[in-house]
């Protein structure tokens, strides 16, 4: 089992900039990668925005190359998501996600960033 607690969320005007962290704990040494996915307000579905893999590479959604940057500390077990020009389209409820070597997917629970006009 892996538990992972998302942090960093928030509220921030269009142009800003926000840092949000995942911790990842439990049986880590299952995790192939890391990533980042977002359900916005009255969509159903969550949508990929970065993921990161054990070796490192690295892949974006199109409408978040160049202003998001997902990174990893092997040492604190989190990955990170420096996201910068932020805008009112970007406002979402952000989750952190790993994917094993084997069986499902986890996620984390979530934390909400709002971005004003």
């Known amino acids: 089992q892996v538990q992972l607690v998302e942090s960093g969320g928030g509220l921030v005007q269009a142009g800003g900039s926000l840092r949000l962290s995942c911790a990842a704990s439990?049986?880590?040494?299952?995790?192939?990668?890391m990533g980042w996915y977002r359900q916005a307000p009255g969509k159903q579905q969550r949508e990929l925005v970065a993921?990161?893999?054990?070796?490192?590479?690295?892949i974006y959604a199109d409408s978040v190359k160049g202003r998001f940057t997902i990174s990893k500390d092997n040492a604190k077990n989190t990955v990170n998501l420096q996201m910068i020009s932020l805008k009112p389209e970007d406002t979402a409820v952000y989750y952190c996600?790993?994917?094993?070597?084997?069986?499902?997917?986890?996620w984390g629970k979530g934390t909400l960033v709002t971005v004003s006009s």
């Open positions: 996600n790993a994917d094993p070597v084997e069986g499902a997917d986890y």
């Open positions: 439990g049986d880590i040494f299952s995790i192939n990668g």
């Open positions: 993921h990161i893999n054990s070796q490192g590479p690295t």
